[in-house]
């Protein structure tokens, strides 16, 4: 069987490298210069993209930032999974908001934002601490502004009056005092089977995800049920078909939804190394309507499962491979500022062991580029 996937980053190939153990072949739609690719050489493949759809079973995406001429060419064969309707959910935080509504989520308080003057009555409505979103093309961090004070509110105007907010409007949010980031990754096949991974637990630094533990640490059932009821909520609510990603502040017993990735994600690595099936297998199964494979941890309930994300780097030192659990994902792009060039996966029998193979890991690699992990593997190794 065949997918096409569009975008050509570090997502399409994993879904290659786990879709080749099964026969299944994936070509990548790089969506800057409009070419079929190898997804993992790169390299250039003979055909156009019409050519690629006919050849495909399946087309889907890495990113929900597709081009909206490209989106409507995939979907038009009929064979875009997930639809269309829900890749655009994913990339417009507009129409993300409207969704929750709709199927009465709760989120994060927020005001929709189309003229800069009309910052002064969110600080009114929703207090002087806001996290500013762009309401599209956002990605770690990236599109988004946060006022600290009113004070600071001037500043902030002048600095957001060059955006054409009619055509991209802004999603002004309260800036929350979570608990800690969740996620719940999950699948819905074609005949609307779900099946969802155990919550992960996930550590940001500047906007940007560090590390994600699986299972998310005092996870109980109640939790872990309210999360399910969201998911269910939400891929029946948008008749999704793949991987979708939830990200969740919790605040107590409540969880929020702050965003949906309608796309394998980043908090989901860990099911490589960790679960019986990985977020990429269970994603190609998905949309070429074979059945979902077992989401639960490998080595059974009290299995643990980390990712540490490498950022902007490539001095790790692959003697990291020693520590016995340790697996290294990289995906062959060069350096840059900020930019995620692989991914290591831990996995361990407990809490207190994934604490120690971390501070292990932390011996390899320099401190500036993993800041979390120090004491994210002091706190785990310190669980009983
Ligand atoms: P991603 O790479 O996950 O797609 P993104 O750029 O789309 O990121 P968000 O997930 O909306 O942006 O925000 C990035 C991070 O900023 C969140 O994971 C969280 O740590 C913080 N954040 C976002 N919204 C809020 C909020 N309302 N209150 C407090 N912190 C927030
Ligand atoms: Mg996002
Ligand atoms: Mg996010």
């Given amino acids: 069987m065949q997918v096409l996937v569009y975008g050509a980053g570090q997502l399409a190939q994993m879904m290659y490298l786990d879709g080749a153990a099964l026969g299944i072949d994936v070509r990548a739609v790089d969506v800057n210069s409009n070419t079929v690719v190898h997804p993992v050489s790169k390299a250039r493949l003979d055909g156009t993209i019409a050519q690629a759809i006919d050849w495909a079973d399946a087309l889907t995406v890495e990113f929900e930032h597709v ?17 269309m309707a829900s890749v655009l959910i994913g990339a417009d935080r507009v129409r993300e908001k409207q969704l929750l509504s709709r199927l009465d989520i709760p989120n994060c308080p927020y005001q929709i934002v189309t003229n800069v003057d009309q910052l002064p009555d969110c600080v009114q409505q929703l207090g002087e601490r806001l996290i500013i979103k762009a309401s599209r093309d956002g990605y770690d961090g990236y599109g988004q502004w946060r006022l600290n004070k009113a004070e600071e509110l001037p500043q902030l105007q002048q600095q957001l009056a060059g955006l054409d907010l009619e055509k991209v409007p802004l999603v002004v949010e309260k800036m929350l005092n979570f608990d800690r980031e969740l996620s719940l990754i999950g699948a819905r096949s074609r005949n609307g089977e779900v099946m969802v991974y155990p919550l992960a637990e996930n550590l940001h630094h500047q906007g ?61 690595h860990w099911t ?13 199964r998905a949309v070429l309507g074979l059945s979902l494979g077992a989401t639960g ?41 900020k930019r995620k060039m692989g991914h290591i996966n831990v996995t361990a029998e407990s809490y207190q062991a994934l604490g120690n193979k971390l501070q292990r890991l932390s011996g390899y690699l320099s401190t500036t580029h993993f800041p979390c992990l120090p004491d994210e593997s002091q706190r785990l190794a310190n669980i009983r």
Avoid at 67 to 83: I, N, R
Avoid at 272 to 284: D, I, K, R, V, Y
Avoid at 306 to 330: E, F, K, R, T, Y
């Fill in 67 to 83: 081009p909206e001429d490209l989106l409507e060419q995939a979907e038009a064969s009929g064979k875009l999974l997930p639809g």
């Fill in 272 to 284: 490589q190394a960790g679960a019986h099936t990985s977020q990429f297998e269970n994603h190609l």
């Fill in 297 to 337: 941890n490998i080595g059974g309930d009290a299995a643990v499962s980390a990712m540490v994300n490498i950022i902007g780097c490539d001095d790790h030192q692959l003697a990291l491979l020693s520590i016995p659990g340790v697996h290294l994902n990289w995906y062959g792009k060069s350096v840059r500022h």
């Fill in 208 to 268: 940007q995800l560090h590390v994600s533990v699986a299972p998310a640490t005092a996870s109980n059932e109640a939790l872990t049920a309210r999360a399910q009821e969201i998911f269910t909520r939400l891929v029946e609510g948008m008749d999704y078909v793949g991987v979708l990603a939830v990200e969740l502040f919790q605040c107590g017993e409540t969880l929020l939804v702050n965003e949906l990735a309608p796309r394998v994600h980043n908090s989901g």
